[in-house]
């Protein structure tokens, strides 16, 4: 549970101050693993080809986390995700390793959730269960597809068998396992994806993330477009998703996330619910309240970068007028949306600054408060750029 | 030769008139008017090298510093020539389009020559012929000069030959040149000299001067170009305004260079500027003789007349409460743009606009740019219309320049459209399909003649079809080879109805068209189809429909958006897909809210578009 406590926020000028209720706002940590055997075409996280230098990472990590504390003094963490790249190119010995340092540097609570991300291959597989020795409670594979002639048209270095195999040992260390899941694949057609999600479905993992392939700026795939299922096509696969994965007893809890009852991601939750996160590693954002306001941070992206200077990071407040439409690119992403009274306890803005835009988007179908909760209608869920953009200030 | 008594300022002026040269330049677009021009003014002195790259690249400072707009193709040259003595050559600009041939035809009056500019490469075009027939008409000596010699496919044979079958003037003595390498330049200012006749007209008489030109300067107020045609002016004198009659104190004369020079006196023969504190450019009206209050002229100067708006179109300000910001422009810009005129008007649709009155669709085009450029206005421009004439059945005629004013068909006894005589000028390749082009425009042939490889097509055709896609169909059909000049010859009864667009079953104000009767159906399904490309998907069915009174002629759908969201945003992602979300706001900024649809500005000009492949 995360724990709220209302007290009526005071406005100020300039920043908003979260002074009352800061330390009552939930803290995750996210750790960034930059490197990747292979780019894939469509990824535009930060991740890159070169040869990883583990131990010096490591220690990077390490002196950016204690460079951190004084900002996150006392806070106890909820979750830890470690993302890429390819954090399961990390030996078992690292990851224990780093965790270690972790729990000696913050206070952790004893039933954290710690999700690491893994790629599917045989090498990767091999080590999930010293990841399970290490601490790690969460697996989370990016399996994308079990088709051979898919995973090569989106540059996957893994195939279907070893997905399959991949997903086992998992099973065998991990109660906890989600797959990464996408659809509207190039020249996918409609039974295609139902087979993808059905082999996935068969397997019995805890957790589903089924994401429509998005061609973003700045990757291979966006100067080159593959030929890729139309508007209409897509969205047939996208509603064979949600009724199948309802069927198979997953709920569908944010735009691209589905669990089983209770294993919903409490680590993602957290970002979707506006709370704290301290991001550490190449490249990694945080997102940090406390008595002057709210900033985000960014570390240096490339891992010459960072590794050359871990500690001094960019900053940037968060402005009055950026905070609504911030609020709500997260919040609304959840099915069930928020409790209307975390807007002001997590932005310390009164609720009469998102008055209008609440207003316009319940005029237009699209956003409902139901039992105190600010949650998007089911049409507001299709039409969720749409939503949002009432509240952007541009 | 006994030379007449003359007072002495009389004879001063007779011997220095002689030495006076008024001409202008005829030329294509692209065929290197300007360049010339340049190259003549430079030739002269009139700018330095780095004047004349300020006078481009930085007027608004020349501007500042002789406080009066400079006009750079407008200018007072002196010349020293071959036979050893100085010339003043007064080069007037010409408008370069269709839509201002009544300008054209004012420049040219105002001088004895004319350069006829044609380019070696490409020959002759419509719109040279059209202003040079106005100069032969007005008795003006055409100079052919053949441009762009430097250019390899120069062909000055054929061009020689065309200029006399076309035209049908002597082109043996055709100069050649390159306004770009400067080529020719000297020869063709003798030409001016020795074969443009010196102004004639009399010192003595009454003040008659004819205005070739007026703009608004933001610190003398109006500025008029004239040329003084008989009798003499300055500063102090009262002036009047012969169409109006109104009385203005002559603040000030002088001549440009093309740089303003103050001068004591303008005097027959001699072209140059008045200031006289007027404030209203529409006082000043091209074409109209101004005289002296004191000994006014019996008679003003042939030729004038009030210029007419021939194409009408609604501006909206896609945002309404930008109306005023948008009234403000429009004021700003009418200060330099008298035949821009405009009254406000109510569309249910588009809330509160104006219908504004253009000379042609091409000045349309120069007014909606300039309001989006110059006074960064967001605008909804619906589809130019032509005024129709409607005569009721009480025996009234009503003049309808928005077609959703048309009168009930009940009421009126006969709608009367615009018939334009159009010239055409089109290599003989692109004939056939020039003339299919023309009778599906319900053109009637008024004749064909050939000139060489160029044949001369004359249509009288309604001026409602021309405005709509005629041009860029011209274009498309002869590859851009064909050229087209065009005049208002008259009213004439004709079949049309109203074409109603109706968006989800309300019928949208803006969208509607007046068009003959026979194409109704048809143009109503292109219409519908073309919008339903430009209309983009949204949540819900958006059904578009045209109608003629309760028929439906054409129904198009645009199917609901299926979904409209982020596949994923995570903690780092935030500040790239705010950008992205950010951007999808400001696309929809510039649509125009119309019930529950959002419609994009080019969608309310579709009918401009339909069967553009």
């Known amino acids: 549970m995360i724990p709220i406590v209302a007290v009526p926020p005071v406005p100020q000028k300039g920043f908003p101050s979260v002074t009352s209720t800061f330390l009552s706002v939930p803290l995750s940590l996210y750790v960034h693993w930059p490197w990747c055997v292979r780019k894939c075409p469509y990824c535009d996280f930060n991740s890159h080809e070169s040869v990883p230098q583990e131990a010096t990472y490591l220690d990077a990590l390490i002196a950016d986390l204690e ?51 893994a790629n599917p291959g045989t090498v990767e597989a091999a080590r999930f269960a010293a990841y399970r020795d290490a601490g790690v409670n969460r697996l989370s594979l990016g399996i994308q597809s079990f088709a051979d002639a898919k995973l090569a048209a989106l540059g996957r270095i893994h195939s279907g068998d070893e997905a399959q195999r991949a997903i086992e040992i998992a099973q065998k260390h991990f109660e906890r396992v989600n797959l990464d899941l996408m659809y509207a694949l190039p020249e996918q057609t409609l039974p295609e994806a139902q087979r993808d999600l059905a082999t996935a479905i068969a397997t019995g993992v805890s957790h589903l993330s089924a994401y429509h392939l998005t061609l973003e700026p700045n990757t291979p795939f966006h100067h080159a477009p593959p030929p890729l299922p139309d508007d209409d096509l897509a969205a047939d696969m996208q509603d064979m998703v949600e009724e199948t994965l309802a069927t198979a007893g997953y709920q569908h809890y944010e735009t691209s996330a589905f669990a089983k009852p209770r294993q919903q991601c409490q680590h993602n939750l957290n970002y979707w619910g506006f709370g704290d996160y301290l991001g550490i590693g190449a490249g990694a954002h945080s997102k940090l309240s406390d008595h002057t306001g709210i900033r985000r941070e960014a570390r240096p992206r490339h891992p010459k970068d960072y590794l050359a200077d871990p500690v001094t990071r960019q900053w940037q407040p968060v402005t009055t007028e950026d905070l609504p439409g911030e609020f709500m690119m997260n919040a609304l992403r959840l099915t069930d949306g928020v409790p209307l009274a975390w807007f002001s306890e997590r932005t310390g803005l009164p609720l009469s600054a998102i008055e209008k835009s609440a207003l316009a988007g319940r005029q237009e179908g699209l956003l409902e408060v139901v039992d105190n909760r600010l949650r998007p209608t089911p049409q507001g869920r299709r039409f969720l750029n749409r939503l949002i953009t009432l509240f952007l200030d541009a | 030769m006994k030379a007449p008594i003359l007072a002495p300022l009389s004879l001063f002026w007779y011997l220095s008139v002689q030495h006076i040269r008024n001409f202008s330049i005829i030329a294509h677009i692209d065929h290197g008017k300007s360049t010339l021009a340049d190259r003549i003014i430079q030739r002269c002195g009139g700018l330095s090298d780095r004047e004349m790259e300020a006078q481009v690249l930085d007027s608004m400072d020349i501007e500042r510093e002789r406080g009066i707009t400079i006009k750079a193709q407008t200018a007072a040259l002196q010349y020293k020539a071959r036979d050893g003595k100085i010339y003043n050559l007064n080069l007037i600009d010409t408008p370069g389009h269709v839509d201002f041939s009544y300008e054209v035809s004012r420049s040219l009056s105002a001088c004895e020559g004319a350069l006829l500019v044609v380019d070696a490469s490409q020959g002759v075009e419509a719109q040279t012929v059209a202003n040079c027939y106005t100069a032969i008409e007005l008795g003006v000596e055409v100079v052919p000069v053949l441009n762009k010699m430097d250019l390899p496919q120069a062909d000055p044979d ?67 170009l004239v040329r003084v045609v008989d009798g003499s002016l300055k500063a102090k004198d009262k002036i009047k305004l012969m169409s109006t009659g109104t009385v203005h104190l002559c603040e000030q004369v002088g001549v440009f260079t093309p740089k303003s020079l103050p001068r004591p006196e303008l005097r027959a023969g001699e072209v140059g500027f008045i200031i006289s504190g007027i404030k209203e450019l529409q006082a000043a009206k091209v074409g109209d003789t101004v005289t002296l209050v004191d000994r006014p002229a019996t008679e003003a100067l042939p030729g004038f007349k009030e210029i007419k708006s021939q194409v009408f179109a609604g501006l909206y300000p896609v945002e309404s409460n930008q109306y005023d910001s948008l009234r403000d422009a429009l004021e700003k810009l009418q200060l330099n743009d008298a035949s821009l005129h405009y009254e406000p008007e109510v569309s249910q649709a588009l809330g509160f606009g104006f219908r504004c009155g253009f000379l042609g669709l091409l000045h349309m085009e120069i007014v909606q740019e300039r309001l989006e450029r110059e006074f960064d206005q967001d605008l909804i421009t619906t589809a130019p219309t032509v005024v129709y004439e409607v005569l009721m059945r009480d025996g009234s005629v009503v003049q309808v320049e928005n077609p959703a004013k048309l009168p009930d068909s009940q009421k009126a006894e006969e709608i009367r459209e615009p018939i334009i005589t159009t010239k055409i000028f089109v290599p003989q390749d692109y004939l056939g399909a020039v003339i299919m082009l023309c009778e599906s425009k319900r053109g009637s042939q008024v004749n064909m003649a050939y000139h060489g490889r160029q044949v001369q097509l004359t249509y009288d055709m309604p001026m409602a079809e021309v405005v709509m896609d005629f041009f860029d169909k011209l274009k498309s059909v002869s590859r851009g080879y064909a050229s087209l000049d065009y005049e208002f010859k008259e009213y004439r009864a004709a079949d049309v109805v109203k074409l109603d667009v109706l968006i989800n079953t309300e019928k949208v104000d803006a969208l509607s068209l007046i068009v003959h009767r026979a194409n109704a159906p048809y143009r109503g399904r292109e219409l519908a189809s073309k919008m339903r490309e430009l209309i983009p998907r949204q949540m819900y069915d958006v059904a578009i429909q045209a109608a003629i009174g309760s028929t439906i002629v054409a129904r198009e759908n645009v199917k609901a958006m299926r979904k409209d969201v982020l596949a994923k945003c995570y903690g780092g992602d935030i500040s790239r897909k705010k950008k992205l979300l950010e951007k999808q706001k400001a696309g929809k900024k510039r649509m125009k809210q119309v019930g529950s649809v959002e419609i994009p500005q080019e969608a309310f000009l579709a009918v401009l578009r339909v069967g553009g492949k």
């Open chain 1, 67 to 117: 460079a951190a504390l004084p900002l996150i003094w006392g806070r106890p963490i909820i979750s830890i995700f470690i993302g890429g790249g390819t954090p399961s190119l990390m030996s078992g010995a690292t990851v224990d390793a780093l965790l270690a340092a972790l729990r000696m540097r913050l206070p952790l609570l004893p039933e954290a959730e710690i999700t690491l991300e």
């Open chain 2, 158 to 224: 054929g061009a020689r030959q065309e200029v006399e079958e076309v035209i049908g003037i002597d082109a043996t003595d055709a100069i050649p040149c390159s306004a770009k390498t400067g080529m020719g330049v000297e020869d063709i200012l003798e030409a001016v000299i020795a074969r443009i006749p010196a102004p004639r007209g009399k010192l003595d008489a009454p003040l008659k001067a004819l205005i070739i030109d007026s703009w608004f300067d933001n610190y003398v107020g109006v500025v008029m």
